[in-house]
């Protein structure tokens, strides 16, 4: 399928606006900047109903016994978080460096994933979801002299993916592209790296189905061939935000290790709905950092019907 060709003015013209929203954000501190993004979110829960609806929908499903009141303060958090997210990200290589980043993060029940970490015997895999601050782990992690190769597609606008690289790679933390990533991914685990994905992400029909939040969810299968593969150890974590403040705990669920899987009977499905099973576990915690607007359940298996949210 062909993709549409891109209008570079116009690409240019996007990249220098959010230069220029960039550097009069920086004119305030990050605080209070993190209170106007709340206010944009509310504007969005209030007038784009599409993405309200989807969001809505997801936490009556996810949610049964929930109240609908509580609901609608989890969607209208949820949609907060996508400018709260843009903010942070702009403020990170600012705020977040070796010598300041207590101030900033953290770290619990961190010191066995540390362990593994400098551990260079063998690989490691980490996963996240789409909740509180993703970003910011791997970020903190090559703060801390820990390179990860973190797995992302690139934005679409080629200028604004650039920049935003930049500020991601600011550390030494390396990205690398989802599209044809799986050689570098396989050379980073055979030479003892880490390399990090965000796993709650809809793997379309050729997925393997687990259950998420009492639903079918279509989830990738090369986590756990990887893991499989080159027999190393799953980290599924966390960075959740504190009292919508610069602040965040970073925090594992769960570890995965080989011994766990090859006693089951089919190690791939038993390793995709363990670690599906850790990002619900943090959710639950705190559903308004989750973004229920993402189409998390699109795919659904053969001969059941899509509801009209997803």
């Known amino acids: 399928m062909a993709h549409k060709q891109r209008n570079d003015w116009l690409d240019w013209f996007q990249y220098l606006a959010l230069r220029v ?12 900047n993190i209170q106007t993004a709340k206010l944009i979110g509310n504007i969005m829960y209030a007038f784009d109903r599409k993405h309200r609806e989807r969001a809505l929908g997801n936490l009556r499903r996810s949610f049964p016994d929930m109240p609908e009141e509580m609901r609608k303060t989890m969607a209208r958090r949820s949609m907060q978080q996508l400018f709260i997210f843009f903010v942070e990200m702009l403020f990170t290589t600012r705020l977040v460096r070796i010598d300041t980043w ?20 063998r690989g490691l895999i980490m996963l996240t979801g789409h909740y509180g601050n993703w970003e910011i ?11 990860t190769s973190s797995v992302a597609r690139p934005l679409d606008n080629p200028y604004v993916n650039e920049w935003v690289l930049g500020v991601r790679q600011r ?10 990533a799986t050689s570098e991914v396989t050379t980073v685990l055979g030479r003892g790296g880490a390399v990090a994905f965000i796993a709650d992400q809809n793997a379309g ?4 189905f687990v259950d998420f939040f009492g639903r ?3 989830t990738y299968k090369s986590i756990g061939l990887l893991a499989m593969e080159y027999d190393v150890p799953v980290v599924i974590g966390y960075a959740r935000r504190r009292e919508d403040r610069f602040f965040f705990r970073v925090a ?9 899987w090859k006693a089951a009977d089919d190690p791939l499905r038993y390793i995709t709905q363990r670690y599906t099973r850790g ?26 019907i899509a509801e009209a949210f997803d």
């Open 171 to 180: 550390r030494g933390q390396k990205i690398v592209d989802k599209k044809g």
């Open 205 to 208: 029909s050729k997925g393997v």
């Open 137 to 147: 782990l791997g970020y903190v992690l090559a703060t801390l002299g820990f390179e």
């Open 252 to 260: 594992v669920q769960d570890i995965i290790y080989p011994e766990d």
């Open 102 to 121: 207590r101030k900033y993060i953290e770290l619990h029940e961190f010191r066995r994933t540390l362990e593994l970490l400098m551990d260079r015997r």
């Open 21 to 32: 929203v960039s550097m009069l954000i920086h004119c305030f501190p990050v605080e209070h």
């Open 279 to 304: 990002i619900e576990d943090f959710v639950r915690e705190d559903p308004g950092q989750y973004l229920w607007v993402h189409r998390r359940w699109k795919t659904r298996p053969k001969g059941e």
């Open 216 to 218: 079918k969810a279509s």
